[in-house]
């Protein structure tokens, strides 16, 4: 598969989510359990869902109960987020297990997963910065100027691809090596963030 096609079942998770518009809709993911296409769809929608979380937290007016909940919901979110992540270039790092790697072979700065992870983000900014622009109760001027931001959305979209290509074109040949590393984010861990383990 190329960038540009994981772009696509970005963008059709994404409209997906947009069918109910609902942060509780269970994800509708129409590919078989397990295959990478059934990931790279989970993985969209879990943005997705946590998009509009954000979006409605930051409701000035929202029940300061309501909005506690919101953000505990939300950090649950980043770690399933960052675990899928994971699971993405465990994917990677198996299915080029078997590359001889060359001498002069250099590590990415950003692994394949974590580029991808933008990829499934810019999928929703360019359908929300189009969504924008489609507005019938806003000015000209904003109107303008969010066009000229999907103009922006929609080259860097061009960019990311053709890196996310020629990385994994990279790391095929053994031009370009990759290590998965775990996140460790101490703040979820009860036995590394200070607030919790000192309550215990």
């Known amino acids: 598969m190329t960038a540009k096609e994981f772009f696509k079942i970005f963008q059709e998770c994404t409209e997906a989510y947009h069918k109910t518009d609902n942060v509780d809709t269970p994800s509708?993911?129409?590919?078989?359990?397990?295959?990478f296409e059934a990931i790279l769809f989970d993985k969209n929608w879990v943005d997705a869902v946590q998009w509009?979380?954000?979006?409605?937290?930051?409701?000035p007016a929202i029940d300061p109960v309501e909005a506690l909940a919101i953000k505990r919901r939300i950090d649950r979110s980043n770690q399933v987020r960052?675990?899928?992540?994971?699971?993405?270039?465990s994917y990677f790092r198996d299915k080029y297990a078997d590359v001889k790697i060359l001498p002069d072979a250099t590590i990415n700065t950003e692994s394949p997963a974590w580029a991808i992870d933008r990829l499934s983000i810019l999928a929703l900014k360019l359908y929300h910065m189009a969504a924008e622009t489609a507005r019938t109760d806003a000015s000209p001027e904003h109107i303008a100027r969010c066009q000229a931001k999907h103009d922006v959305l929609a080259e860097q979209l061009e960019d990311l691809t053709t890196a996310i290509d020629t990385l994994l074109?990279?790391?095929?040949?053994?031009?370009k090596y990759m290590k998965v590393y775990r996140q460790m984010k101490m703040y979820n861990d009860p036995a590394t963030n200070p607030v919790l383990y000192k309550k215990a």
Do not use: F, Q, S
């Open 28 to 35: 509708p993911n129409p590919y078989a359990p397990g295959t």
């Open 52 to 59: 509009h979380l954000e979006d409605i937290v930051r409701d």
């Open 82 to 89: 960052t675990d899928m992540v994971e699971e993405i270039d």
């Open 169 to 175: 074109d990279d790391i095929a040949a053994g031009r």
